[in-house]
Nanobody, 125 residues
Framework: QVQLVESGGGSVQAGGSLRLSCVHSLNKYRRFYMGWFRQAPGKEREGVAV???????TYADSVKGRFTISQDNDKNTLYLQMNSLKPEDTGMYYC???????????????????RGQGTQVTVSS
């Protein structure tokens, strides 16, 4: 059974940084899209940052230049480094993975086959 476990969330002031981690049990012999999506209170889930099967990254416009997605395959871990955080970044952040093929995984990340339970990020002004 595939597991994705997020950690690293917390409460920070605007301008601060957090690094989210997602430890997973994905089959290392298969290729997956992986990424992060979030859900703010009262809003729909939205893709934040993803890595495709060729290890190319894509970011939502709202986080470009501030967030960085990366992965360490030896540690089975996906990361999201978040800098210059803003109050509008507040929300539950989820790790996601899928082995299907996508034209636009960023927008489809919330519907991934595999998703974690989430970690809360709260940014105060």
């Amino acid at each position: 059974q595939v597991q994705l476990v997020e950690s690293g969330g917390g409460s920070v002031q605007a301008g601060g940084s957090l690094r989210l981690s997602c430890v997973h049990s994905l089959n290392k012999y298969r290729r997956f899209y992986m990424g992060w999506f979030r859900q703010a209170p009262g809003k729909e889930r939205e893709g934040v940052a993803v890595i495709d099967k060729l290890h190319r990254t894509t970011y939502a416009d709202s986080v470009k230049g501030r967030f960085t997605i990366s992965q360490d395959n030896d540690k089975n871990t996906l990361y999201l480094q978040m800098n210059s955080l803003k109050p509008e970044d507040t929300g539950m952040y989820y790790c996601a993975a899928d082995d299907r093929d996508f034209h636009d995984y960023l927008s489809r990340a919330p519907q991934s086959l595999y998703r974690g339970q989430g970690t809360q990020v709260t940014v105060s002004s």
